[in-house]
């Protein structure tokens, strides 16, 4: 099984600080990544793809994936209390049928 | 409304009682799959679809059984459950073998296996 690694936190930063997220993965042939967001006791939600190495930005959310690191983080700017939640970083396997999850990392943002 | 429809929520059964967790989605996705959450585990896959009828195993899938007849259900069969399989389970789906990775999930069901 391939490994996605994260930090599970919990992770707190003050409202309106940078939050940022880590995530390790050990196939080095590895070409798609995401981040998704999952409430407690809520579904996954997708918030992030990256593809390419260098960043991708989204309104609040960055998203930076260095290949020849393996290594892809997840920046929140600007954190508000409602960005406390998981953040589960996934892989695609190099099948590309298959998405392998980290832990997840628990963020809480506080007021 | 574009959503992956599982059923039921909530599921308290006791071992050896087979049992099917169904899951449908409305968005016409060609990828379909189904993972397990358990704390300090993450989630797992357990089966994934390509398509109808094309399955195959995930990380997991000792003790589960899946079957894709047709494009927008994707049910999960436990033929003979145990208390190994309680779970929080959820399906998700994805547009095309192209966007596994962006993929829509399901509510989840709670399983608990007595």
């Known amino acids: 099984q391939k490994e996605v690694e994260q930090n599970s936190g919990p992770l707190s930063v003050p409202e309106g600080a940078i939050a940022s997220l880590n995530c390790t993965y050990s196939?080095?042939?590895?070409?798609?990544f995401f981040w998704y967001r999952q409430y407690s006791g809520k579904s996954p939600e997708l918030i992030m793809s990256?593809?390419?190495?260098g960043d991708k930005e989204d309104g609040r959310f960055t998203a930076q994936l260095n290949k020849a690191s393996q290594y892809v983080s997840l920046l929140i700017r600007d954190s508000q209390p409602s960005d406390s939640a998981t953040y589960l970083c996934a892989v695609l396997s190099n099948s590309g049928y298959a998405l392998n999850f980290g832990k997840g990392t628990s963020l809480l943002v506080t007021p | 409304e574009a959503q992956v429809t599982q059923n039921p929520r909530y599921l308290i059964t006791v071992t050896g009682k087979k049992l099917t967790v169904t899951c449908s989605q409305n968005m016409n996705h060609e990828y379909m799959s189904w993972y397990r959450q358990d704390p300090g585990l993450g989630l797992r896959q357990i089966y994934y679809?390509?398509?109808?009828?094309?399955?195959d195993k995930g990380d997991v899938p000792e003790g589960y059984k899946v079957s894709r007849k047709e494009k927008r259900n994707f049910p999960l069969i436990l033929e003979s459950p145990s208390p190994n399989q309680t779970s929080l389970y959820f399906c998700a789906s994805s547009l095309s073998i192209a966007g596994v990775g962006e993929a829509f999930f399901g509510q989840g069901t709670r399983l608990t296996v007595v």
């Open positions: 990256i593809y390419s190495n």
């Open positions: 679809s390509m398509n109808v009828e094309v399955t």
């Open positions: 196939d080095r042939g590895s070409q798609s």
